[in-house]
């Protein structure tokens, strides 16, 4: 056992019991560097990362190959998810040398904290031109042996470059029409027309930019981007990358036509897509972005929530094979041979072909990734939906994929607001209940008067702020950044508007007090870590989305919507001071920064204020509530209850019309008419239904 066995990280205890002699990232390794007067080797990843594993088991779980990093190294070991400034600022380093980046990411460091070489996977051998791990680590003891001097100055020029780095504003006043309009066209011209999405091979579910291209043609009727959106929708849902027995998506393709996928499940992607294909729905009427939602977020619950209430991170590519052998996608692929053990001749004949399951196989050995490959027709729905049922029996006989189970503030946050939302659209009151549950986990757990308290080295007694993890039940040390705070509050907001409950509304303005207090910079920019966090090489900021929206533009969208439910002006200002960026990037970069379009939609519509007042056991104030919810409206907030409750600002001075429970509008200091007819409301709002 080394020291990460104290640790919370499922990653970190992975390695726990490595020969390496890992330490956890702390002021006491770089303390026990400078002593030792030997570099740091630091070494990041994550539980889920195929890569990871390879490397710990061809490299960090050989005794040769770790005497040799004990004795010439301290050796730092970070999970990614529970540090994610950490991870951003020596990433930055990494692709800024290289020209690229991933994980594993290795990078090696002086004592105080300085990159000087970097690297991602390394090979156990020499492979493909790349240096084998054993050499990298001999080379670098040498040079810090016998070039000491190089060495400084490497690391003192990497500092300075990236200190240079540092954002302004990026841009002078709100995003408007001209640069959505200039977004949407750089995106046509990156648009797959044959396969959907994005560019090429690997591709990424565009979450955060199908929700832009969603708004953009609610607010404008831009049919040209509606259909990107549900073109993409569509051949993903029919792809590989989307789990066909079992629902959720894989987190990316490995092609351009979305067939084979990295197997992996996170959190993050499929609490987006959820919100995604619901919206579809809600903007289309669209079947199968309304079955794919709802078994999306059945996935969710089955598989990711925890004895806690909470979301775990993620589900592993790799599990074992049958034969002892971990091997990615075993869990999901199938082979002609295994069908007919389970379905017989003739319904294994007729599940080839439904799902594309050949002899020559679509991925390793002969086996096939589960797609919908056909151009539609009749379909025995009965036969198809035996068939499904068998097989995801079957699999469950299978050795399941590891779960990562630590929770992650953000990425529950976008959870919260996607099941919430999918439940209220499909009168599944079970996947609210789940979204209030995994929100009472966040206040209770990672909301306490010690988070971060460890990270930061303030003093007891200070005000509440929010941890970036948990695991059973517990807190972690490590201090939220900026994409917790504004995807939380996001959930937050979310879950107010469906459940009419103003506690959620009243959490997500604490939050985001303290995004006023602690991220924001006098320009408007924001950066990713409290201007009390644990100081590293530079204060990472980045208002680019990666796999989920950046912090920077997820916190400018829930100031948004918390100013339209409380009128609060510094809110709205602050919101309005963060797009900057968008406008100055949208325009160039429009792929990278989708929630931030998506965000400034949002402020072009208004957003749009609707109240909902009545009894809360009256039909007719339901309906309206659940119609106010299906607005197709940029950003619409909802406020729903009993006139003059208190719940939420948007009712005060609201009463009932006639005695009937009614909806109120408004946009821009602009009201219409208050109605009792949830016909009216549907033509006001655009509903689809």
């Excluded at 094979?321 to 004949?349: I, K, M």
Aim: proline share 5%; with cysteine.
């Amino acid at each position: 056992m080394n020291r990460l066995a104290g640790t919370t990280s499922p990653y970190l205890l992975q390695h726990a019991e490595n020969p390496v002699d890992w330490w956890p990232w702390g002021p006491e390794a770089f303390e026990e560097a400078r002593r030792r007067d030997v570099p740091v080797l630091l070494s990041v990843g994550y539980s889920a990362c195929h890569w990871c594993h390879v490397m710990a088991s061809e490299s960090f779980e050989d005794l040769t190959t770790a005497k040799y990093m004990n004795r010439h190294f301290v050796n730092i070991k970070v999970d990614r998810e529970e540090r994610p400034d950490v991870d951003a600022v020596y990433m930055e380093a990494v692709q800024a040398a290289t020209g690229q980046g991933g994980w594993p990411m290795t990078v090696f460091l002086t004592a105080d904290g300085e990159p000087f070489y970097f690297g991602t996977y390394f090979p156990p051998a020499p492979r493909h031109g790349m240096a084998s791990f054993p050499q990298v680590l001999e080379g670098v003891s040498a040079a810090w042996t016998d070039r000491r001097e190089e060495v400084a100055e490497v690391a003192g020029r990497i500092v300075r470059e990236l200190a240079g780095r540092s954002l302004g504003h990026g841009g002078e006043g709100v995003p408007g029409e001209a640069e959505l309009s200039q977004a949407l066209l750089g995106l046509t011209r990156e648009y797959d027309a044959r396969h959907g999405g994005f560019g090429g091979a690997p591709k990424f579910p565009p979450s955060m930019v199908t929700e832009f291209l969603l708004r953009h043609h609610a607010r404008t009727g831009a049919e040209g981007a509606l259909q990107m959106a549900a073109d993409s929708c569509e051949a993903m849902a029919r792809g590989g990358i989307y789990d066909q027995l079992g629902g959720g998506f894989a987190r990316y393709s490995v092609d351009r036509e979305w067939v084979v996928p990295h197997f992996e499940k996170m959190l993050y992607d499929n609490a987006l897509l959820c919100r995604v294909y619901a919206h579809l729905w809600r903007a289309t009427g669209s079947e199968l972005a309304r079955r794919v939602a709802v078994e999306t977020a059945d996935f969710l619950v089955r598989e990711l929530r925890t004895e806690e209430g909470g979301f775990a991170s993620a589900l592993d590519a790799d599990s074992d094979d049958g034969t002892g052998r971990h091997a990615e996608g075993a869990y999901y692929v199938w082979t002609p041979e295994q069908l007919r053990e389970v379905l017989g001749e003739s319904d294994a004949e007729f599940a080839a072909r439904y799902f594309g399951v050949t002899e020559e196989g679509t991925f390793e050995e002969g086996a096939s990734v589960l797609q919908l490959p056909q151009d539609g027709g009749v379909v025995d729905a009965a036969r198809t939906e035996s068939v499904r049922a068998r097989l995801l029996a079957a699999r469950e006989q299978r050795p399941r994929p590891g779960r990562d189970d630590k929770i992650v503030a953000a990425w529950n946050g976008l959870a919260i607001a996607a099941l919430a939302e999918t439940g209220a659209y499909f009168d599944r009151p079970d996947l609210v209940e789940r979204a209030t549950e995994a929100a009472d986990l966040l206040v209770r757990v990672h909301l306490d008067d010690t988070a971060g308290t460890a990270a930061t080295g303030r003093a007891a007694g200070v005000a509440p702020r929010l941890a970036r993890t948990s695991k059973d039940g517990r807190s972690g040390a490590h201090a939220a950044v900026l994409e917790d705070y504004g995807d939380v509050a996001e959930g937050f907001l979310a879950l107010a508007s469906v459940t009419g409950d103003g506690a959620w509304l009243e959490f997500a303005g604490f939050l985001l007090d303290i995004v006023l207090d602690r991220f924001v910079a006098e320009d408007g920019a924001l950066f990713d870590t409290a201007d009390d966090a644990e100081q590293l090489i530079r204060r990472p900021q980045d208002p680019t989305d990666n796999a989920t929206p950046s912090g920077w533009t997820a916190a400018a969208g829930a100031l948004l919507s918390y100013a339209a439910h409380t009128g609060s002006e510094a809110h709205r200002t602050a919101a309005e001071r963060a797009l900057g960026v968008v406008k100055a990037l949208g325009p160039r970069v429009p792929r990278f920064i989708g929630w931030g379009l998506a965000v400034a939609e949002a402020l072009l519509d208004g957003p749009r204020e609707i109240a909902v007042v009545g009894p809360e056991d009256d039909p007719a104030a339901r309906e309206l509530h659940r119609t106010a919810l299906l607005a197709t409206a940029p950003g619409a907030v909802v406020a729903a209850g009993a006139p003059d409750s208190g719940e939420f600002p948007l009712l005060a001075d609201r009463p009932l019309v006639g005695g009937h429970s009614a909806a109120y509008v408004c946009r821009r200091f602009v009201c219409a008419a208050p109605t009792t007819e949830v016909s009216v409301l549907r033509r006001e709002l655009g509903v689809f239904e």
